[in-house]
């Protein structure tokens, strides 16, 4: 499986960015979304069943962040709105065959390259 994010960039707090997620290769089971900040350990941000039915937020996503995916292609939505300095990470896509959500990174088996979030205050 081959994993390349997108749509991150510099953005005012309380602005948003939509990061995009193109997966091919062979088939997952489910999609995730996770950051890492400087200096602190890489976290859980939002997941989903591949088919949608189950979705999973951190508790700083809810409410804010939507995942989603376009069933016409393989592309995985992270919609993020009303951002804060504290969301200045490198975002991650990744992706599992085995079926279930996991929250935890050593659950996923395949990583896209992180894409950059800057949030200035």
């Known amino acids: 499986v081959q994993l390349q994010a997108s749509g991150g960039g510099l953005v005012q707090a309380g602005g948003s960015l939509r990061l995009l997620c193109d997966a091919s290769g062979r088939t997952v089971s489910a999609m995730s979304w996770f950051r890492q900040a400087p200096g602190k350990e890489r976290e859980i941000v939002s997941a989903?069943?591949?088919?949608?039915?189950?979705?999973f937020y951190a508790d700083f996503a809810k409410g804010r962040f939507t995942i989603s995916r376009d069933n016409r292609n393989n592309t995985v939505y992270l919609q993020m709105n009303r951002l804060n300095f504290e969301d200045t990470a490198a975002y991650y896509c990744?992706?599992?065959?085995?079926?279930?959500?996991?929250?935890?990174?050593?659950?996923?088996?395949?990583w896209g390259q992180g894409t950059l979030v800057t949030v200035s205050s």
């Open positions: 990744a992706a599992r065959r085995f079926s279930g959500i996991g929250t935890m990174a050593r659950n996923y088996e395949f």
């Open positions: 989903m069943t591949w088919r949608g039915d189950r979705k």
